[in-house]
């Protein structure tokens, strides 16, 4: 198969105006003019988007799938902790059909806006099985034991058997303050991909730093031991969990850093996954964006959960950082749902890109001039008219 668009953008060089993409099975085999990959791939049966760029299908670095149905359902709350209280009470409504049904809408609607490769985190890892995914997908149990941190070894090999079957799959500690030590180095010793949320809220600041604030009562409530509060930032108490430092982490948030927290990231191998909109919900600090890529980290973008945005849309997400951070050029915002997402899952020589070699994940979105491409793409605004994955052609 050959498909034929006014441009293709492969996020591997320049973009190619009256460009082509050969396909045979689920690789991509040639990519160039139409008129050489014509010629190299004579007889194919050709596909043609018209006036439309084709381009690498979007990564979502960051998203729980599980909660597609809180759509609407949590009003803005006073504090970090609060939202939690109120999360946790929908969630006690909620049936394992339900968390099915989530999953499954919320996969629908993020294909419609041109994903197709997603890091879903999941509650629920045993619901995995009955769901047929119909995109690229990296299954993480998410995993707490807040209350009881002695089944942390359970907790953690449980989920794996839950998962292992899957052609992608890891496992996200929750977060310092919900995940303990053990569950840490249990699933460093385990996982073949990890993630975790680190440094959300001020709450959870103060919660590490000052052993105080509504947080740290909150998790003081229902019988979490404090002793690992009141000794400096999250990202220190991440430290001292995460005790191995060549273990690759994709890091959900960093919303409030403190100076001293950026020399501890360097020293290990992580990868920084923003979400610009449920950023703006939440009311965190501002986002330091640009000292994260100063120091050479590789950032990406997530939609994080509908309990805390609107849709699942990454132009939505690219939008909104380009508002933020307006010196960005647009390049560089689709890199961070394309290239670098692909290098966070370590799928940088398969994903991300229109190159040989590399899977048959394309999207194509309408525009009108090939020398404001990534502008057009950014502005995106509407689902995306065809999408690709593997090959295979889904609308």
């Given amino acids: 198969m050959i498909v034929q668009a006014k441009v293709v953008v492969t996020m591997d060089g320049a973009p190619i105006e009256n460009g082509a993409v050969a396909i045979s099975r689920d690789r991509i085999v040639d990519v160039g003019k139409l008129s050489d990959v014509a010629k190299a791939h004579a007889g194919e049966e050709v596909v043609d988007l018209g006036e439309q760029a084709v381009l690498p299908g979007l990564i979502n670095a960051h998203c729980h799938l599980d909660y597609t149905c809180l759509r609407g359902k949590i009003p803005r709350q006073k504090s970090f902790t609060d939202w939690i209280r109120a999360i946790n009470a929908e969630k006690a409504k909620l049936s394992a059909d339900d968390y099915v049904r989530s999953i499954n809408e919320g996969f629908a609607e993020t294909k419609r806006f041109g994903t197709t490769t997603m890091a879903n985190l999941t509650a629920f890892p045993e619901l995995v099985s009955q769901i047929d995914a119909p995109i690229r997908t990296w299954w993480f149990a998410e995993l707490i034991d807040v209350r009881d941190p002695s089944r942390a070894a359970e907790i953690v090999d449980l989920a794996v058997g839950q998962l292992k079957s899957q052609e992608n799959w890891g496992l996200a500690p929750h977060a310092p303050f919900t995940a303990s030590a053990n569950l840490y180095r249990r699933c460093e010793k385990i996982g073949p991909l990890l993630t975790t949320h680190l440094a959300e809220s001020r709450e959870e600041i103060s919660m590490f730093r000052d052993a ?43 919303n409030e850093l403190a100076d001293t927290d950026f020399a501890l990231l360097k020293k290990c191998d992580v990868s920084v996954i923003h979400c610009p909109r449920s950023h703006a919900y939440f009311g965190h600090s501002p986002f330091q964006f640009r000292k994260l890529r100063e120091l050479g980290f590789n950032v990406c973008l997530g939609t994080d959960s509908l309990a805390s945005n609107d849709d699942l849309s990454l132009f939505a997400e690219m939008r909104a950082l380009q508002e933020e951070f307006p010196d960005v050029s647009p390049e560089n915002i689709v890199e961070m749902v394309t290239v670098n997402p692909a290098r966070a899952l370590q799928h940088e020589r398969s994903l991300g890109k229109i190159a040989r070699g590399f899977a048959a994940d394309l999207i194509a979105v309408p525009v009108k001039s090939s020398t404001s491409i990534f502008e057009e793409i950014v502005g995106s605004k509407e689902p995306v008219s065809w999408l690709m994955v593997g090959g295979r052609n889904l609308g």
């Avoid at 019988?223 to 430290?239: I, K, Q």
């Fill in 212 to 254: 105080d604030g509504p947080l740290y009562d909150f998790l003081k409530e229902i019988g979490r031991d404090m002793s690992d509060c009141g000794l400096g930032t999250p990202v220190e108490a991440f430290g001292e969990r995460a005790n191995d430092g060549n273990r690759p982490y994709l890091l959900v948030h960093l």
